[in-house]
């Protein structure tokens, strides 16, 4: 075996296992720790054999000196190190007025191995501070890592940024982000990668338009085929993301909190941490990598039941709450199978538009003389369904009896005149009487209510985000994140729905504490189905809440009929946004049929395997789940826009055991037009029966369908007696 002086090597191996324990391709993780330097990422991949001589590995990679740089090349690491001649940004950056703080040089102290990976401590002894490495792959095939630095010395510490770091491949030239407004989150981007890529978010909460995640590629890349990397940082405030190439050829990924100025002050043997830093590596595209954050996702969440079909009430009443309508929209909800009933804004005492009393959370006895439990209880205990009930905890309006007692509790800087955002204010979570008010509120309703959901919403941005002079934005995500882990804990069956003004707080940092978010407020179909897309990279479709608007959408103005309304709701965790007194018979019915299909396939949506899959001419796309054993299987195919072709172009379901029949099902589908065909394909009310691997490799040809169309398909193994 090669050997490298003062460097040592420490691998860890993740295989996973199929349905019948068969060992399959796992993961290699491979970090050199020299005693002066920082840790290097010397492979993250697809296995490497065991036999693997990790010292040779590391020779091979040792680069030529150039003329015209530094006599010793600085390596490229795990924690970047401004005083070894890193010319790029640092892990660490901070300032202390006793000692040089802002050029450490790491050595290594210890190395702990544990299940998970490893904990790598560092200190320099003469900017007296210490960090941890916490980095590692999870069962998902997800790798983690965190940092956490403390201050070793006497004098305060003022921490300016701490930033996790990825080396990635230097063939990845190809980067993939998103980008997106209110009601068009998650839109997808891509461009050449030979330069800094930059993303900032001030907005205190992601915000619509900075989704924290990026992913890198060799040229090309795309759902099925090409090698990338997926990363995302697993927090719900102000964020930086950086993708960065160096002179030298270096390619790296870096995730940090945005610090305020000031915001971070370290004490004598006071720590920061970093939120986690997660990434999925793929050498099969995109679907991949979204499976491996999928999975992680699903061991986070641990639900325990299949995901029950919401109805809300918000874009069927807004704030006119009557309790006879309200009755009569549960009635209608429960007899198309709805499971789950939420009571949306306007239920708390002076709120009857969005200018006035957020933060009074008490019953509004003009609307609820008796209180919120014979709505609750004809809710559950009539109709047998799930109650729910929105908050916005978070926020204070100027004209509330909160504000009148408290201002100096809002998220604000006093000596200025305070800046609005929907007629709100952020309350100051940070503020440790404001954060106990809060609490007492939500505590004392989930006490005396019996509430199984709740949708906690959070309409605007931090501006001015402090409560004195010292800025308090990380504050603020830390106390919720406190908050809503002393509610799980108390109220441990009840689920919290993270909303944002729709998508603009999606992240794994609140997932931890949450079972749901809401992607977007945009109900129309057409706009959902990029939405939607967008937001699978990352996140499962049961974690997804996607609802059936009503005829005309409410933020867009079009019309779809029911049929492509209800499929592309299908996709995430099922809800109504309608008022179903409004629907007609025929639509009523329909809608029954399509929830019954859901309730017999959400296993198979929210267990199995999802994969996104395009169509050559990028005019329509297919959903596809399967389930972990590959005996049943789901497709969405949606008609986006006029095909190129006269005709759609056969859809390939990847995956199907290749010598399994299947039988195809056609469960529902859009009005089928006359006007651009004959005849249907010959198939199509057929008994068709194909194996897998015609299924997989030569495909479906479908009927032609207009625009903003779709068809759902059931693909189903056939029994041993049924083969013919």
Known sequence: MSEVKNVSFYRQDLLTKDLLGKEQQGKTLVIACPKQGAPELLYFGDALPKTTDLASVYLSQQAAIPQAMMDKPTPMSLIPEAGRGWLQTPAVEAIAEDRPVWAACWSLVAVDEKQSGFVIRLEDKVAQLSVALNIGLLSSGVLRQQLTLTNQGQANVTVQRLACTLPVASQFTERMGFYGRWCQEFQQERSDWYATWLQENRNGRNSQANFPAVIVGEQGFGEQQGELVGAHLAWSGNHRLKADYTAEGHRY?????????????????????????????????????????????????????????????????????????????????????????????????????????????????????????????????????????????????????????????????????????????????????????????????????????????????????????????????????????????????????????????????????????????????????????????????????????????????????????????????????????????????TIANWLSYYKQYRSVLHEGNNWRLPSADGRAQTQWALSQDRTQGLAVYCQLTMPKQAQTLPIRLPNLLPDQLYRVNVLEHSPLPGHLMKALPAWWKKDLILNGASLSQVGLRLPIFDPESLVLLAIQAVPLMEKH
């Not at 004598?268 to 996702?297: D, K, Y």
């Not at 204070?396 to 604000?412: I, Y």
């Open 253 to 589: 990924l870096q995730a940090e909190v945005l610090y305020l100025p000031g915001e971070i002050v370290l004490a004598a043997n006071e720590s920061i941490s970093t939120p986690e830093f997660l990434a999925a590596h793929s050498t099969s595209g995109l679907n991949t990598m979204s499976q491996q954050f999928h999975q992680e996702a699903r061991h986070r969440l641990k639900l325990t039941k299949p995901r029950p079909v919401h109805l809300n009430t918000w874009e069927a009443f807004y704030f006119d709450h009557d309790m006879a309508k309200l009755k009569a929209l549960a009635k209608a909800a429960a007899e198309v199978g709805v499971e789950r009933y939420i009571l949306d804004d306007g239920w708390f005492r002076g709120r009857h538009h969005d200018k006035a009393a957020l933060g009074d959370w008490f019953v509004d006895e003009t609307k609820y003389p008796d209180g919120l439990l014979p709505l609750i209880s004809y809710v559950r205990n009539d109709l047998g369904m799930e109650f729910g009930l929105w908050f916005e905890p978070e926020m204070v309006n100027p004209d509330s009896d909160l504000f009148r007692a408290h201002p100096d509790w809002a998220l604000q800087l006093p000596q200025y005149e305070p800046a609005l955002a929907r007629n709100q204010l952020v309350l100051n979570l940070a503020k440790p009487e404001a954060y106990q008010y809060i609490r007492e509120r939500l505590f004392a309703l989930f006490t005396e209510y019996p509430i199984d959901y709740v949708k906690w919403d959070m309409n605007r941005d931090y501006t001015q985000p402090s409560g004195d002079i010292a800025p308090q934005a990380h504050a603020q995500v830390e106390a919720l994140y406190r908050l809503l882990s002393e509610l799980n804990q108390a109220f441990p069956a009840m689920e919290i729905e993270s909303c944002s003004s729709g998508g603009a707080r999606v992240d794994f940092g609140i997932l931890n504490f949450t079972k749901r978010f809401w992607a977007s407020d945009c109900n129309d179909a057409l706009e959902r189905q990029t939405i939607q897309r967008g937001f699978s990279y990352f996140l499962p479709p049961e974690v997804m809440g996607s609802h059936i608007g009503p005829d005309k959408s409410h933020t867009t103005s079009r019309i779809h009929d029911v049929a492509f309304r209800v499929g592309t709701a299908m996709l995430g965790h099922l809800g109504i946004e309608w008022n179903l007194l409004d629907a007609n018979a025929e639509q009523k019915v």
